[in-house]
């Protein structure tokens, strides 16, 4: 499995990023695209989480109403919308992948990451 994130990026608070992830590799039809991300000197956050199954997408409370995942099935990638951003949500994003469901217990498969950096 492989996963590649891009669209990282320096942004004022309050603006807008999106978040893309290319997919490959999984030998199963089930399986769940998230994003997960670490600020410095604290724990990582799953941030939201999305099946190839039926299911509603998942939020952390700290980005719901803010945030949107959604996936492009013909083209292996999962995007992260993000609006309305704070300097609180600065932090490396990664890409996670797990065979299964949301919500995932912890994920086996992770991109690279991608830094966000939201400040004036």
């Known amino acids: 499995v492989q996963l590649v994130e891009s669209g990282g990026g320096l942004v004022q608070p309050g603006g807008s990023l999106t978040l893309s992830c290319a997919f490959s590799?999984?030998?199963?039809?089930?399986?769940?695209i998230g994003w997960v991300r670490q600020a410095p000197g604290q724990e990582r956050e799953d941030v939201s989480c999305?099946?190839?199954?039926?299911?509603?997408?998942e939020y952390a409370d700290s980005v719901k109403g803010r945030f949107t995942i959604s996936r492009d099935d013909y083209n292996n990638t999962v995007f992260l919308q993000m609006d309305s951003l704070r300097p609180e949500d600065t932090g490396i994003y990664y890409c996670?992948?797990?065979?299964?469901?949301?919500?995932?217990?912890?994920?086996?498969?992770w991109g690279r990451g991608t830094q966000v950096t939201v400040s004036s």
């Open positions: 996670t992948g797990e065979y299964g469901r949301c919500p995932v217990a912890e994920y086996d498969y």
């Open positions: 999305i099946s190839t199954t039926y299911g509603s997408p």
């Open positions: 590799g999984f030998a199963m039809d089930t399986y769940a």
